[in-house]
């Protein structure tokens, strides 16, 4: 799981050339000042936000290597999906709630099929089959089946709750029972990770292996680096959202498929790079504890922290999915699990996902206009 491995500081490290998209930062402000037009700020803000993403990571990791290993691991795994996490806290805040619920599935289903996908065939053409550690892994795999099933329940019993004239305050009562739940179970299940030496210590070898710790950490530079990221990402978040509909309309895409194809791979492109490379230098342990526990982390803890952020709102976001996301959800969990569970890997299994991953997209690309989904509120 993310919390437990820490591997944020080197991953960041390779992809310092990505900051060069901090450029965009000032374009997108322009855009939106000056009325350049929805696809130049979308587009700006979308590039602006991969940067930042990074150096919150490089901060947050400064910060954590002093703290020690519990509580440093702790802070990654809260703020891992930062970038994410505060664009769909705004899209909350202007009430699409359908766009934040894309983008959980979308992050998901992204993580699992295409970055493992990509992971698996990048590191299978280079190194040939590949293994990883095969007790996390079923672990891993058997959390995958539940966190859809969690996710799943809801959805499938709100029929039923949609009755008389407190429906909907049964239906936010059901919501907030089931995330506290859920991040319960994330807890626990992060805190078994944490405290199983059989399953930390290929990974904790690897980290020392390869990132030295620092010898100095200049704690207040690295709050006001966070503090300026997240400002920042909060500024190109606005503009993203402010932008996504408009934007859907000039180039004739749906909300619902830049919900849950564009805006998760925004979010999270500099964390799926790296997921790729440690696959490429045949670390699948390392590889996996990014695609996979950053899956279960958006499904166990940031969706459920949504729902109790969305309860400062007007607009309450619900953990009710309609049938095409179930379905996503449930090809991407069975079918990583599938692969995993083994303890090997090779580059054929990550062409299987990664087909699932386009055939999915392409009909979340077609579906919408077809089905009459609604996706603004």
Known sequence: MTASTNPRAFRFRDLINLKILLVFLPLALLAHILHWGEVIEFTSAALAIVPLSIIIGEATEELASKLGQNIGGLLNATLGNAAELIITIVALQAGLTDLVKASIVGSIVGNLLLVTGMSFVIGGAKNGSQTFGRRVASMNATMLILAFLVLAIPSGFDAGILSGESALSHEVFFSVGIGLVMVILYGLSTFYVMRDPQSLRTQEAEIREEVPVPARV????ALLTLLLAT???????????????????????????VGIIIVPLIGNVAEHAVAVRFAYKNRMDLSLAISVGSSLQVALFVAPVLVFISLLFQQKLLLVFNPFELLALAAASIATAL?????????????????????LALAFFLLPSA???????
């Open 231 to 257: 400002i920042g990402i909060l500024l190109m978040s606005e503009a993203l959202v402010g932008t996504v509909e408009p934007l859907a309309n000039s180039i004739h895409l749906s909300e619902f498929f």
């Open 371 to 377: 089905a009459g989904i609604p996706v603004s509120p």
């Open 339 to 359: 692969v995993s569970q083994d303890g090997e890997s090779n580059w054929m299994e990550g062409v299987q996902l990664l087909a699932v991953y386009f055939i």
């Open 218 to 221: 200049n704690i207040p530079l």
